[in-house]
């Protein structure tokens, strides 16, 4: 009886092997997948962008969001539920993986620097958020997570780029499969410490001190040197711009420019506007919004204010000389808005408006004024890398940075406004930004909803997903009774008063 | 003369249909071999079971006579055999016959129910036979576990025979759905998911905490695939359910490719103890099918069956057509796609106009028979045919049926063909018996359900002036696109949606032959080997031009096309020595055995998107191909074995042990050895002298323990990776495949189950049974959620334990009875009480979720509360109660928590079946109820928010709400309640509750009283002249989903649910409407 059963045994094991699937992958695969899967969606258009008053909705129901500043759990927990199990998973498996492994530095390091920019853009969302315990079900076992404190996760994101900035080597291993910089080591060095001084500076409220040791450390010929450094995803179908599929497909007639930023262009004379805004002259519906009514002409563009919903529009049409609200101002969906659009994590422009400021405050040598002319500059330039004719002629950016040479007394605002601007469809970072330096003074949606009551007048942080609650809640309170109470008006850490 | 002739001789018999409900009208067939020791011990039958006539040697003679049952009345359609031949005849209407024999002949009399006669023909040319009923006998024999017949006063369990009169006459093209309400402790649930879709077939509760707790399906003496192709029966990424997108749709299961004219019995065996020899898989219980392999009676028989259905659907919409179609009061007058599901527009007045579309100005008006208008009746025509022949050596049954059903969802069609063959065939010590069927099933666009994009919801969601014949018209623009006609793109034109397709076919093969060989009368070796194989084909699409889809990238047309290729095998070997033999008093069966199974299944599947071409669905044409390919093996062998000790035929004790080895567990946790032990006594037939009333009393008592790997997908134990299939400029993507979190310490759980039981029968005629069970499950494997920010959503712990506590009764009873005329009730009810033990944690409260609504609410398990309890958000209030509102907007604050509304399985169900018999005709009334659980209705939450429920009518007259309830004026610390006085507009008041997902304005009992089923029938056999061609003609006219009697829910028929899964019980999201289906069965025989 021993015989046949021992055979039996052991075709039992045989059964129980997957043939078909794999049992590892190269890192170097799950870091694309992180690439792909970090940007923005339409959750981060109703909430990060409409914050910042560049482009909104006037609709509610399901694009509820910061267009009447209430809580909208759809779109809330999108950052959340994207990057744990997708992005932040892929990331720590890879880079457990690649420890163990121990011969793939250049792989490793980069994987920690995409590590520490989604961990970024995390807790500039929520503020105190799992990072150390996180992403571990599977190798710890770790299935509730604790939550870490957000001054503590900075301080650990600037050391892991530190050190993992310092560990690239370009004659160490190939990391040519890499979809961000096709395997080029000295742009990883940038991207990275790019990103270490936004990091850096996302302290300057509240430990400026830290903030200033860690700028003053940098090695300027290490930042960005021109748009080629650009940190970028070439979305190509089926990988399409995430945020902007909002703008093309069902939600294509539900998204407007803001009122503020196409008048803050158009008083600027900014050439950038015929870039960006196009209008459906007359059109009184979605299937209204054809190309024979587009007009990309910046004088007689219409961006749509904050406040009303789809109530009552009339006043605000007929204030603002439109048939309808598909009459308003668009992203153009033919360039900046178009679906195979790059999407922008790190910019040589943000990184040199970054630089201004921290010249300006001292904490890097250098004239000020010229890394902000340097930086408007490249933010134009980076028109050309959109889709359909958007290149701004250079005699234009040369009169746009005669008109707005850095004034003194006014230098953060200027820069900063002009981070905002550099920053439109970049990315998360125009609101974390924005909370930062308070620049530039954007006037509040009279429309305040949950922040009503409060002592603020923009939405702040986004509230943690519900099902946390449910799930993760002894972790979850930990974090609320440090943090404040779990609301859109509560500032995180950094972001002090 | 005498009992040894008896000892080879096939007995029919009739049996009481214990258990079940509307028995005494209907009867089961069932061949079995009288056991020689039984015989001995049944001298109480009091039957001389063979009738000696005076004879002497004649040649062949011409016999005729009259039969006549207990009431002396003619008895028609008696089959009399010559024993030892092929030749007989059958009794006519007024229950004489004629047959021509030879000298010395025996006549083998039989009919159900009554005992069989033997009568060895004399030297009279007249042979009256008076038939006696078999109900004192109780020769009720019982296809048990593994396909052993046993009597039923021997079982220590329970279990219930169902005639197939109970789904073939009053038939529901699903067709155990016709069987709610009919059988003691199952619970079985129509879904709202079209004809081609799965019925939820629940016994005893649900068994464990996982998503599927159906029974095992069991086709001669076979456990067949019941794989269900349900909406979302997924609940986690284990289950390979349906793929691509927007394919929220039920193709049916396992029973579906089942004929069910070929079924000549079903018994269903509930609990632990009549499972235990199948072991890991019945721990949900058993139901049991055994197809025709041979006629009832002697020689040639022909049997046609004609069923049809006509259904027409039940709208039971409450909405309100005061104010239509718009948002925010006004009614849409320019020419955009308004919300086109929003009905907070104006007031209606004659003569008002709306625009829609593209600038077309049409009246403003009411349209409250949209349902209807769009909506097709339904239709089910079944054909079946039957050839069979007996003897007493064995026969054959071939038959072949066509069902096509169309469902009310135009274009939805449903057809099946089947072929049975059955065979028996016997030697003197070899029985040879088989059975093979072909199934053909070819589903035509199945219906979408519960999601927003080309599903039934947006039925439910028009605006309540939207007039249909516009939105058909104007359906697609010129190019062929969906023309937008809401805002909201994932809100599918519903004519637009009828313009894409589906189409499943699925092929299947289920054999099984068994050949059993008898060394000995006492000891026997039976081997017997099946397979169920089958393959499915899909392929479906989304339409070019499909609004809520993207636009393709320039020069390509967007939609999506999706081939799925699956094949499925499932091979069982088993055999089984069986020894039997009496020692005196004692008789002692036992049994050994083993059973070897493999499971195979492999799916191919290809989704295309981003076409060259227009119109042209191929996968070629697809510029953008996602190909995935699974294939899944598994594998368990078992042995097992039975004793079972008998006393003087009233006292018997049995028990039955197993072990199985797990393919999907790891080595050390894969075998799993448990027991059973029942017990019973025939108290009736124990004493001598026993009452006259005291026709039959047993009581029985059963322990089991059942292991099982269920809910253990194979290859759990490890983390598997994925390489995408699309690249980006040519950087390869790959990632961690799955959300669940492999758990290599997996071991298999265990149900325990304990049951007592009565049954009785009293005066010959009233029969009541019970039994009261208790059913827990440990260490089951629980797909617990986890923090997203583990990385991963879920994982599976062998943690949770739950119980099923339970009352289950029957009775049947003639209050009335005459000559010509009886009344007969037949009721059966079910209390079951269940309860999680552990979570993991024992700390009563404790919870975790285990499914989420389509809209709102979620499903979960609460440690010490029963079990599946609802969840969702509801309205904050203060401590008298009140709603507190927003102090600035006036709008609703969300509840601090998620409240609790109750449990989503019902906690009492049963059914009353009156029936009715005059002379031949027939009338049954079926009543059937489910009570005691919860329901949050997401077609309300809908309703609620989309301004169609009646609820919104508050202060569109003055344009605002002022919420009824309190405001908070002081601060969150010290808060100070003051009546709300705010106005809010009234569709931001009404659709706060989709801001914070609010669940309390949908929860509703979900208990409903129906009245399910009448069925109306002539034995038109008795009015036949004696003719050679038709022997039977019976007609019935059936109606099903009568009416409802008693509901909370609004909007929706209570079945009108089309989820499947148990992890979103109770979380409706509208499903197809139920129809209310009248039509008529004709059976034919010659």
């Known amino acids: 009886m021993l015989i046949p059963f021992t055979a039996c045994e052991d075709k039992l094991d045989e059964i129980n092997q997957d043939v078909s699937r794999a049992r590892s992958v190269d890192p170097i695969f799950q870091l694309n ?268 563009q219409v961006g749509l204010p904050q406040g009303p ?14 048939v309808s609200l598909y009459d308003f101002s668009q992203v153009n969906r033919n360039t900046v808005g178009a679906q195979e659009a790059p999407g922008y994590l790190v910019t040589y422009a943000q990184t040199m408006l970054l630089l201004s400021e921290a010249r300006f405050r001292g904490w890097a040598a250098g004239d000020a004024a010229e890394a902000y002319e340097e930086g408007i500059r490249a933010h134009m330039r980076q028109f050309a890398q959109y889709p359909g004719s958007t290149a701004v002629e250079e005699a234009d950016i040369d009169a746009y940075i005669a008109a707005h040479s850095l004034s003194s007394g006014t230098e953060l605002d200027q820069i900063n406004t002009e981070y905002w601007i550099a920053s439109f469809l970049a990315g998360y970072d125009g609101w974390a930004n924005f909370r930062r330096s308070g620049f530039p003074a954007l006037p509040a949606n009279p429309s305040q909803g949950a922040l009503t009551g409060t002592s603020e007048n923009f939405i702040r942080r986004l509230v943690y997903p519900d099902a946390e609650f449910s799930i993760n809640f002894e972790n979850l309170n930990a974090a609320v009774s440090r943090q404040g109470a779990d609301l859109l008006s509560t500032r995180i850490w950094w972001d002090a008063n | 003369m005498n009992l040894k002739l008896l000892d080879k001789v096939f007995v029919l018999s009739r049996y009481a249909m214990y258990g079940m409900f509307l028995q005494c009208v209907c009867y089961t067939l069932v061949f079995s071999e009288v056991r020689e020791d039984q015989n001995k011990g049944k001298e109480t039958s009091g039957e001389p079971a063979v009738i000696e006539a005076s004879y002497k040697i004649m040649q062949d003679i011409t016999i005729t006579g009259k039969i006549t049952d207990e009431n002396a009345q003619g008895l028609p359609g008696v089959s009399i055999l010559v024993k030892g031949t092929t030749s007989g005849t059958i009794s006519n209407i007024d229950g004489s016959y004629s047959l021509d024999v030879s000298e010395g002949a025996v006549l083998v009399v039989t009919y159900v129910g009554y005992q069989t006669k033997e009568i060895i023909v004399g030297n009279v040319s007249v042979i009256d036979v008076a038939m006696a009923l078999d109900v004192k006998a109780l020769q009720e024999v019982v296809i048990t576990a593994l396909g052993i017949e046993k009597d039923k006063k021997t079982l220590g369990y329970a279990t219930s025979n169902v005639s197939s009169d109970e789904f073939t006459t009053n038939r529901t093209p699903k067709f155990m759905n016709a069987l709610q309400g009919k059988v003691a402790g199952v619970n079985i649930t129509q879904l709202g998911s079209g004809p081609q879709g799965s019925t939820k077939i629940r016994i005893r509760g649900n068994a464990s905490l996982g998503k599927n707790n159906q029974p095992l399906i069991v086709v ?297 060989y008898d060394f000995t009368d006492w000891l026997s070796l039976q081997g017997r080997i099946g397979q169920d194989y089958w393959s499915r084909d899909q392929d479906f699409n989304v339409p070019n031009g499909t609004q809520s889809k993207g636009a393709a990238p320039a020069g390509f047309v967007n939609g999506n096309y999706v081939t799925d290729i699956r094949r499925f095998r499932e091979l069982n070997a088993d055999f089984l020595l069986a020894f039997n033999k009496t020692f005196g008093n004692i008789g002692v069966y036992a049994t050994f055995g083993g059973n070897h199974m493999y499971q195979r299944l492999d799916v191919n599947t290809e989704q295309g998107s981003n076409f060259y071409q227009r119109d042209l669905y191929t996968i070629g044409n697809a510029s953008q191909v996602t190909p995935n390919y699974i294939l899944q093996e598994r594998m368990v062998n078992s042995l097992y074995g039975s004793a079972e000790i008998s006393y003087k035929g009233f006292l018997y004790l049995n028990g039955t042990i197993r072990n199985d080895w797990f393919s999907t567990l790891s080595p050390d946790q894969r075998s799993i050895l448990y027991p059973s032990v029942t017990g019973s006594w025939v108290w009736s037939q124990t004493f001598e002298s026993m009452p006259d009333w005291m026709t039959f009393g047993k009581l029985r008592l059963g322990w089991s323990k059942v292991g099982s790997d269920d809910d253990i997908s194979p290859y759990n134990q490890s983390l598997f990776y994925r390489v995408e299939p699309q690249n980006l400029n040519g950087y390869p993507i790959g990632q961690i495949d799955g959300g669940t979190i492999p758990n290599k310490s997996l071991r298999p759980l265990n149900t325990v189950e304990t049951e007592i039981g009565l049954e009785t029968m009293f005066f010959d005629n009233l029969v009541f049974e019970f039994s009261i069970y208790k059913r827990t499950a440990e260490n089951q494997i629980l797909t617990r959620e986890v923090s997203n920010a583990s990385g991963y959503s879920n994982t599976r712990v062998n943690v949770a334990e739950s119980s099923n506590k339970g009352l289950e009764f029957a009775i049947g009873i003639s209050p009335f009875r005459s000559t010509n005329f009886e009344w007969r009730i037949d009721a059966n009810a079910t209390f079951n009480k269940s309860e999680v033990i552990s979570l993991g944690t024992d700390v009563e409260g404790e919870s975790i979720t285990v499914g989420n609504s389509f809209f709102h609410g979620e499903l979960r398990q609460v440690v ?81 928010r989309h301004g169609f429920d009646k609820a919104t009518l508050p202060g569109r007259d003055q344009g605002y709400v002022i919420g009824e309830g309190v405001k908070n004026i002081g601060t969150d610390e010290n808060p100070e309640y003051v009546p709300n006085d705010v106005q809010t507009p009234v569709q931001t008041y009404y659709e706060t509750i989709r801001g914070f997902r609010g669940s309390e304005q949908s929860v509703f009992d979900a208990g409903s009283w129906q009245l399910r089923q009448i069925t109306l029938g002539y034995d038109f056999t008795r009015l036949i002249p004696d003719n050679k061609y038709i022997k039977g003609v019976k007609l019935s006219l059936v109606a099903n989903n009568v009416a409802i009697l008693a509901t909370d829910i609004p909007h929706i028929h209570p079945d009108q649910n089309g989820i499947m899964s148990d992890l979103q019980s109770g979380l409706e999201a509208t499903g197809i409407p139920v129809t209310r289906d009248i039509g008529f069965n004709l059976n034919l025989q010659f």
């Open chain 1, 33 to 300: 997948r992180a690439i792909v899967n970090q940007g923005p969606a339409g959750a981060n258009i109703v909430y990060d962008w409409a914050i910042i008053r560049q482009v909104h909705t006037p609709f509610r129901g399901v694009l509820e969001g910061a267009n009447s500043n209430q809580v909208n759990q759809g779109s809330t927990v999108r950052n959340w539920n994207t990057f744990y199990p997708n992005v932040l998973k892929n990331l720590i498996d890879g880079i457990y993986n690649l420890q163990e492994d121990g011969t793939r530095t250049n792989a490793l390091s980069i994987m920690r620097i995409m590590k520490a920019y989604v961990f970024m853009v995390c807790t500039d969302t929520y503020g105190d958020i799992p990072y150390s315990e996180a992403g571990l079900g599977f190798i710890d076992q770790n299935l509730f997570p604790a939550y870490d404190t957000q001054a503590s996760i900075y301080s650990d994101i600037i050391s892991e780029l530190q050190s993992a900035i310092s560990a690239l080597n370009a004659s160490g291993d190939n990391i040519g499969q890499e979809a961000l910089f096709g395997g080029d080591i000295d742009k990883w060095i940038r991207f990275g410490n790019s990103l270490l001084l936004r990091a850096a500076m996302r302290l300057s409220k509240v430990d400026s001190p830290t903030a200033q040791a860690i700028v003053s450390g940098i090695n300027q010929s290490n930042l960005m040197q021109s748009n080629l450094d650009n940190a970028f995803v070439a979305h190509q179908t089926p990988y399409n711009n995430g945020g902007n599929a909002n703008f093309n497909n069902q939600e294509s007639s539900n998204f407007y420019l803001d009122s503020v930023f196409v008048t803050h262009l158009q008083t600027n004379n900014d050439p950038r506007l015929e870039k960006i805004a196009i209008r459906y002259v007359g059109a009184t519906s979605g299937n209204g919004q054809i190309p024979d009514v587009a007009s990309t002409d910046p004088a007689i």
């Open chain 1, 309 to 322: 919903d789809q109530n009552g529009v009339e006043d605000i049409l007929v204030e603002n000389g439109v």
């Open chain 2, 220 to 516: 001669n003496g076979i456990p067949i695939d019941n794989s269900n192709f349900g909406v979302n029966n997924g609940g986690s990424d284990d289950a390979i359910g349906a793929t691509g997108p927007n394919n929220n749709m039920d193709t049916g299961d396992g029973l579906s490719s089942i004929n069910p004219d070929d079924i000549e019995s079903m018994s269903v065996l509930k609990g632990g103890p009549a499972a235990a020899l199948y072991g890991y898989r019945a721990r949900n219980g058993v139901i049991m099918i055994t197809t025709k392999n041979r006629t009832k009676g002697s020689g040639v028989r022909v049997e046609y069956n004609l069923n049809y259905t006509n259904g027409s659907v039940i709208d039971r919409r409450d909405y309100q057509y005061e104010y239509g179609q718009g948002e925010n009061g006004q009614r849409p007058t320019t020419p955009f796609p308004t919300s086109g599901v929003w009905s907070f527009g104006e007031k209606i007045e004659p003569g008002m106009t709306q625009v829609l579309f593209d600038n077309l100005t049409v009246p403003y008006e009411a349209q409250e028979n949209q349902l209807k208008e769009f909506y097709d009746n339904a239709s089910n025509v079944t054909n079946t045919i039957a050839v069979s022949t007996g003897g007493e050596n064995g026969g054959m049954n071939l038959s072949i049926s066509d069902m096509t059903s169309k469902g009310v969802l135009p274009g939805n069609e449903y057809n099946r063909k089947t072929a049975n063959f059955g065979f028996t065939q016997k030697t003197k010590k070899l029985t040879v018996s088989g059975n093979i069927t072909y199934s053909y099933e070819n589903i035509k666009n199945p219906p979408n359900i519960g999601e927003q994009d080309f599903s039934a919801v947006v039925m439910y969601t028009l605006a309540n002036t939207m007039p249909l014949d516009v939105l058909r018209d104007n359906a697609f623009d010129e190019f062929g696109n969906e023309q937008a006609w809401s805002r909201f793109r994932n809100r599918t034109n519903p004519y637009f949606a009828l313009s894409r397709f589906n189409n499943v076919v699925r092929d299947r093969i289920i054999g099984v032959v068994t050949a059993k």
């Open chain 2, 864 to 944: 010490g509360r029963p079990m599946a309890q609802l969840y969702g958000w509801g309205y904050l209030r203060d401590p008298d109660g009140n709603i507190i509102h927003d102090a600035n907007s006036g709008r609703p604050l969300r509840s601090a928590e998620q409240i609790e509304f109750g449990t989503a399985i019902p906690t009492s169900w049963g059914g009353i079946t009156n029936s009715f018999t005059y002379k031949g005709i027939m009338l049954s009334v079926l009543i059937d109820f489910k009570l005691g659980h919860k329901i949050i209705s997401g077609t309300h939450v809908n309703a609620y």
